[in-house]
């Protein structure tokens, strides 16, 4: 299995501010993912994170509010733009790398927007 | 697209009581089904997994089995401990069959 580093692991921003969320892989992988998990809530895909193109959005995701960048097969960020207290979440990265298998997933990052 | 329906929480067991946690899902095709797990302050962990219909997946005394014809993969455990007490997410691979969908999560309680 692959060990996923988040960072940072927590943060209180101010609203209105944007900031830019870490995941690295300790190993090459196939296909990296952005999930938010609101209070007391499941897990909800925001994006495929795309190595040299552009992220694929699920419904309800845009890319003017979650940027995301993937450079390289170990590493992607996501930022959070122009944030408001609706926000506030666990942010989770996820790698996988065939169809139909398992993910992982970092530590997450729990963002409180104030 | 394929989802999953779990029951609702929390579940609240004494030590050594057998636990079933139901789950169904609604799919195309033929996804793979997994429990995740997140205890108190940490990250997700997969707990087990089953690729095909029949398959029963186990770990840490907990099993499931893929349930083609009741389209169900309930979890169970004959006894459980204080330890056991989570949050426990099912799941299964998407249409695209690389992201998962997640059921909303069923809180465990195990109580001395």
């Known amino acids: 299995s692959a060990v996923i580093s988040q960072k940072p692991s927590r943060d209180i921003c101010q609203r209105g501010t944007s900031l830019t969320i870490q995941c690295q892989v300790d190993?090459?992988?196939?296909?990296m993912f952005w999930y938010r998990q609101q209070p007391g809530q499941s897990l909800t895909l925001i994006a495929t994170?795309?190595?040299?193109?552009?992220?694929?959005?699920e419904s309800g995701f845009v890319i003017d509010k979650f940027p995301i960048s993937r450079p390289n097969l170990t590493f992607s960020t996501l930022t959070v733009s122009n944030m408001s207290p609706e926000d506030s979440s666990i942010y989770l990265c996820?790698?996988?790398?065939?169809?139909?298998?398992?993910?992982?997933f970092g530590q997450g990052t729990r963002l409180t927007v104030v | 697209g394929n989802s999953v329906t779990q029951m609702e929480g929390p579940v609240t067991l004494s030590e050594e009581a057998f636990l079933t946690i139901n789950c169904t899902y609604t799919?195309?095709?033929?996804?793979?089904l997994f429990w995740y797990v997140q205890y108190p302050g940490e990250g997700l962990q997969l707990l087990l997994k089953a690729t095909k219909a029949d398959d029963k997946g186990s770990n840490k005394g907990f099993e499931a089995t893929y349930r083609k014809e009741t389209t169900s993969f309930h979890l169970e455990k004959g006894s459980v401990q204080v330890s056991d007490s989570a949050v426990y997410f099912c799941?299964?691979?998407?249409?695209?069959?690389?992201?998962?969908?997640f059921g909303k999560g069923t809180s465990l309680l195990v109580t001395p």
């Open positions: 799941a299964l691979t998407s249409n695209s069959g690389y992201a998962l969908n």
């Open positions: 994170a795309n190595q040299g193109s552009e992220a694929t959005y």
């Open positions: 996820s790698v996988g790398n065939s169809a139909n298998t398992e993910a992982f």
């Open positions: 190993s090459q992988v196939t296909m």
């Open positions: 799919a195309t095709g033929y996804p793979s």
